[in-house]
């Protein structure tokens, strides 16, 4: 058992951290206060070989680990969360789909320019009606000649707006549960396609979050990924590796939690001396420190698992769970330890805890990633 990262890996953090320092700091409070997409940041994001970080290199990828991932999830995300989304559903969602389960045609076609970030990609599963009971959907595709016919409505899509492409699954047959739903691509210039009104979100406000219509989009036969009725596998096996992602975006939450309270800490007097100096503080920063260190074990313990070929998918939902309650408690904290200061959006500790919430909820609750863990001690 080695605990050091290889000199990649920390090549790949240093680089994120000085992307994050240098491009993604100063204007992150004011995108999300006014919501603006970061569409350069991105860009750079893009050039630095972020969006596409573990896919194969001769498909337009970084050919990169799952490690070396968290490790720029965090940094990113440690300084804007939002950017931390954008950036984990084209990698874990989009990509890691299209290279695991997609065919030739479809490499080619559509995951070289969204691993080299050129196009951006979406994953719409949920519906309305369907959250955690994601098989309980509605959208349905019937083929037609060459091409299936898409009808439905998807919702709380990251990247719905500003995505180029949309991962989107649907029932091919009704009446046989998850065994009837399929996975498809569908490019959104296709006709019938459009997008909702972007959501008006507690937190990562700078990405958008918007539900999907498929009004009769036809849909080459070409664009179904896999085959018939293997969505919904699909779809778990895809999450089980999103989770990961989500996970390093609320240990970067809480890691800037705990930077920003260390700082405040001891610049801030109050009875004559820095409020560091009292333990009731120290007791907050010390259980921040131990409860991030744990969560970044979880991480990549999950992580290896998976670029090892193991079964990772509860250790993901351990990594998860475990890192979103930590990022919650440490940005609470966070604002508790800056008082009035961390209460107004100025010196943007708030925005952590607003950040933080979502990763409770998103790629699956964290009632269902219990859920998962359970399952396993029981089987
Ligand atoms: N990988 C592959 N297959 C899996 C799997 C996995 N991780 N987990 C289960 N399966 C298989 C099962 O073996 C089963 O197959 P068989 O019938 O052949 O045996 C099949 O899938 C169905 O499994 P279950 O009966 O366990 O399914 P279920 O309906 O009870 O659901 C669940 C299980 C864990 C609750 C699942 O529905 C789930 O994870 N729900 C949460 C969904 C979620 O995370 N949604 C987030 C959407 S993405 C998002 O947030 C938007 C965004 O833009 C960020």
């Not at 290199?57 to 720029?72: F, K, N, Q, R, V």
């Not at 009292?278 to 409860?291: P, R, S, T």
């Not at 074990?297 to 070929?309: C, F, V």
């Not at 919430?357 to 396993?376: D, L, M, P």
Request: aromatic share 8%; with cysteine.
């Amino acid at each position: 058992m080695n605990f050091n990262l290889t000199s990649e890996q920390k090549l790949i953090k240093q680089t994120a951290a000085d992307f994050s320092r240098d491009e993604l700091k100063e204007g992150a409070v004011n995108r999300d206060k006014n919501k603006i997409w970061p569409k350069e940041q991105v860009a750079k994001m893009a050039n630095l070989g972020f969006m596409g970080m573990m896919v194969d290199e001769s498909w337009g990828g970084s050919g990169l680990d799952t490690i070396s991932y968290c490790i720029a999830m965090e940094e990113v995300s440690k300084v804007d969360a939002s950017a931390g989304v954008i950036m984990s559903v084209n990698n874990s969602l989009v990509c890691y789909l299209l290279n695991k389960y997609g065919s030739e045609h479809i490499k080619t076609k559509y995951l070289i320019s969204l691993a080299k970030g050129d196009k951006l990609g979406s994953f719409s599963l949920s519906e309305p009606q369907s959250g955690s009971d994601a098989s309980n959907m509605k959208t349905y595709a019937t083929l037609d000649g060459d091409n299936y016919i898409l009808s439905g409505t998807k919702n709380w899509v990251t990247n719905g707006i500003s995505c180029d492409y949309a991962i989107v699954f649907a029932l091919t047959e009704k009446g046989v549960g998850h065994k009837g739903i399929s996975c498809f691509l569908v490019e959104k210039s296709f006709d019938g396609f459009s997008t909702g009104k972007p959501e008006e979100k507690l937190g990562i406000r700078s990405s958008d979050t918007c539900e999907l219509y498929f009004d009769g989009v036809k849909v080459p036969k070409e664009n179904l990924i896999g085959s018939e009725g293997d969505g919904f596998k699909i779809a778990l096996s895809t999450l089980d590796g999103g989770r990961i992602g989500i996970a390093s975006q609320a240990l970067g939450i809480a890691q800037a939690a705990l930077e920003a309270s260390i700082d405040y800490s001891k610049e801030r007097e109050q009875f004559g001396k820095p409020i560091s100096s009292n333990q009731g503080i120290q007791f907050k920063l010390a259980d921040m420190a131990m409860e991030i260190e744990a969560s970044r074990l979880l991480i990549y313990k999950a992580a290896l698992a998976k670029d090892e070929g193991r079964d990772y998918g509860h250790i993901a939902s351990m990594a998860k769970v475990y890192a979103s309650e930590v990022a919650m408690r440490a940005s609470t904290q966070c604002v508790q330890i800056h008082g009035g200061y961390g209460y107004v959006n100025e010196t943007g500790v708030e925005r952590l805890m607003r950040d933080a919430k979502i990763t409770q909820i998103y790629e699956g609750t964290s009632e269902i990633q219990r859920v998962v863990i359970a399952r396993e001690l029981l089987k």
